[in-house]
């Protein structure tokens, strides 16, 4: 079992950065990939950034790629999004989830367990 709590949003100008802080529990937390991912209103849930077990492969929708960067610190089980150069259409609910699988990564449904969700609103 992991629970995820996330931190670190709130409401920043274009052009702004954010980090976004993902807290895991259990001692199991180096055993599983992190994603992002965001919702807007009325949208589906959207892939944003993933990251495997051991912090060596990275992947990015392309709408952030260049922009954001996903990173973890296992010792502190604790899974980072850095956001820069945000745009008023970044501004969602942001969740991290844990899977235990690496195939997929962009499909919400692969994922076991799921954070509550930070808002981050960038107005232009």
């Known amino acids: 079992q992991v629970q995820l709590v996330e931190s670190g949003g709130g409401l920043v100008q274009a052009g702004g950065s954010l980090r976004l802080s993902c807290a895991a529990s259990?001692?199991?937390?180096?055993?599983?990939?992190m994603g992002w991912f965001r919702q807007a209103p009325g949208k589906e849930r959207e892939f944003v950034a993933y990251i495997m077990w051991s912090g060596g492969n990275t992947y990015y929708a392309d709408s952030v790629k260049g922009r954001f960067t996903i990173s973890r610190d296992n010792a502190k089980n604790t899974v980072y999004l850095r956001m820069n150069s945000l745009k008023p259409e970044d501004t969602a609910v942001y969740y991290c989830a844990a899977t235990t699988g690496s195939s997929y990564y962009y499909t919400p449904s692969r994922y076991n367990y799921w954070g509550q969700g930070t808002q981050v609103t960038v107005s232009s």
């Open positions: 259990g001692r199991t937390f180096s055993s599983y990939a």
